[in-house]
């Protein structure tokens, strides 16, 4: 069909059924998500599978320096050693990956990266039990007043350790408020805490099964260093290949960027990985009534029973 007779036959069409199809598109956009306080408390919690995954577009990099602003002291658990992640042998990539880890997370306020060490890749083959134990561990130790972490039911994303620790890390946070579940952290010293406050994310576009509830204004600063967090992981993000490979690619069809002439590759990866930060951030932001924003899965401590949250809300007084 050409696009001329396209034309005509949508041109044909009684004025209702464009309407209609208008309508349609309305009811197809997404309601703006209300926009979350900041939580109260002072210590924050993020658990993730890799090296990089607090601060990609899908990460808490934004929330992670507002928490900091806002006095929270954050750690940071990379739960493999991500030893594929490098083209440099395993052994060198794990040390390389942790280093430009421990750097991104300074840049957001964060004071300390605690590296589980699991082979990347490679936690399908580890019990969940074992993992939510060493997660049950951390959050009695430090005892979070909020958990950011992966969706358990962003179950459809691709990535193994992903979906692995995601389960794990959403069991730990209210099973390390049980005194009988790991009985030896208490003989140690350690007490029970279940996590009041968990943040989810996840890949919207892989983990199906995350839907967000919640939207978190970051200010243009906060976007500023959750973009150089990012690019503080050069060994996979900052790479010059990537902007060389996009320069081919659109050379070889006479195509350019007028503001990467002149810039090397590596000022142009720096470039391009800033402006796709940004514009995610402006995005959301934009879909929720903010000038920047970062979506997640809210849950609180009243979360396992349906109601009881707006209950609190309607009926509690001071005493
Ligand atoms: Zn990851």
């Not at 997660?135 to 130790?141: A, E, N, V």
């Not at 992903?162 to 010293?189: D, T």
């Not at 590596?266 to 932001?285: F, I, P, Y």
Request: net charge positive.
């Amino acid at each position: 069909m050409t696009i001329a007779s396209r034309q005509l036959r949508i041109g044909k069409r009684p004025l209702y059924h464009v309407a209609g199809l208008l309508l349609a598109c309305v009811a197809l956009r997404a309601a703006p998500l209300p926009l979350g306080a900041t939580p109260p408390g002072k210590v924050a919690l993020v658990i993730l599978s890799h090296h990089d995954d607090h601060t990609w577009e899908w990460g808490f990099g934004g929330f992670i320096a507002k928490l900091s602003d806002a006095g929270f002291t954050c750690y940071y658990v990379r739960t493999t050693n991500d030893e594929k992640d490098s083209g440099i042998g395993w052994g060198k990539g794990d040390q390389l990956n942790l280093r430009e880890s421990i750097a991104a997370t300074r840049i957001l306020g964060m004071k300390e990266v605690i590296s589980l060490n699991w082979r990347n890749d490679h936690m399908d083959s580890v019990p969940i039990k074992e993992v939510r134990a060493h997660y049950i561990l951390m959050i009695r130790k430090l005892r979070p007043d909020v958990l950011l972490t992966w969706n358990p039911w962003g179950h459809y994303d691709r990535n193994p350790d992903h979906r692995k620790v995601s389960r794990a890390a959403g069991e730990a946070a209210w099973m390390a408020g049980l005194p009988n579940v790991h009985p030896e952290h208490l003989a140690a010293g350690l007490k029970p805490h279940r996590v009041p406050l968990v943040y989810y994310t996840f890949r919207s576009d892989y983990g199906k099964g995350h839907v967000p509830n919640i939207a978190i204004e970051i200010t243009e600063d906060h976007v500023r260093r959750k973009g150089e967090a990012q690019l503080a992981h050069k060994n996979i993000y900052g790479s010059p290949a990537i902007a060389k490979s996009i320069r081919a690619q659109l050379d070889a069809r006479g195509l350019e960027i007028p503001e990467l002439a002149g810039l090397t590759d590596e000022q142009a990866v720096d470039k391009l990985q800033k402006w796709s930060m940004e514009s995610w951030s402006r995005k959301t932001g934009l879909e929720n009534g903010a000038r920047f924003a970062e979506v997640f899965r809210f849950v609180d401590e009243w979360d396992h029973l349906p109601g009881l949250t707006q209950y609190l809300k309607d009926n509690v007084v001071k005493k």
